[in-house]
Structure formats: structure tokens, C-alpha cells
């Protein structure tokens, strides 16, 4: 399936995993934009970074057979195979980023609304009934195993 394919497929688990790739670029540009802040912001811009590394490994499943990390993270980002686990881990992380604007307005705002969306393509793929569908062009359904 090309990438064009995926996107029409009206599978709302393939959207919330092409948002999610976005969020990935916007979250490490944002997390080092903002780190260079004089106050509490270095705080959740070094959070939105490691948003952006965590969310790479949930997303892109092929960089868990090629990198090597520890069994236990890769327990943990195994946990977030389904619709519903991904809508939680999105919505957590996001939630982050809103948290931001009690200490002021920055850019991660914009870290905070795409995740958001990430976090609601997941949910209602999960609402409508939708099994998770990984991107083949992201290294879902098979071509990891076909690299090992």
C-alpha cells in the first residue's frame, strides 16, 4: 500500500500513526526551541523531547529490532499495541504540554494540539472498531520481519 492508499483507507489508526510522525518532528524541534528558556519551561521542553524519542519507538516498530535498548523498555513500548493504549499514552503526553501553560504561553502549545490529535485519531479508531493497521511504509505488517 502507498502512502497515498493508507491515507484513504478511512482508518483512523493509520491517520493517528501519521500524526503521530508529525508529532515526533514537531516535538523535538519544539523541545529544543524551548529549552533554551531561563525558567521552569526547561522542564517540559526536556519532557516533549523525550515525548518525541519515546514516540518514535511507538510508532516506527522496525527501530525496535535495529537499536538496541534494554528488554524493559522494549516491554514497555510493546504495551502500546492497541488503539486505546495509544489514545492513553498520546493523551498523557499531551497533557503534559498543556500543563505548560501554567507556568506560560511557549510554542509547545503546538506540540500540545497535535498530540491531542494523535491521541482523538486513536480513540475514535478504537470507537469505531478499527484493529490497529501499522504503516507498511513505517515498518508495520511484516517488513520487520522481513529485514531480520
Sequence with gaps: MTIAEELRSRNFSIYGQW???LCIILCFALGIAN????DLIIIFSVICLVSSFVIVFIEIPLLLRICPT???F???IRRFTT???RAGIYLAMSTAQWLSLIIKPTSLIAAAI???IAAV???LAGLKGQGFVGSKT???QGVAQMIV
Design 35 to 38: 529549552i533554551f528558556n531561563l
Design 74 to 76: 522494549d516491554a514497555f
Design 83 to 85: 488503539n486505546y493504549m
Design 70 to 72: 534494554s528488554s524493559t
Design 138 to 140: 513505517l515498518g508495520g
Design 114 to 116: 497535535l498530540l491531542l
Design 19 to 21: 500524526t503521530g510522525v
Design 121 to 123: 485519531c486513536y480513540a
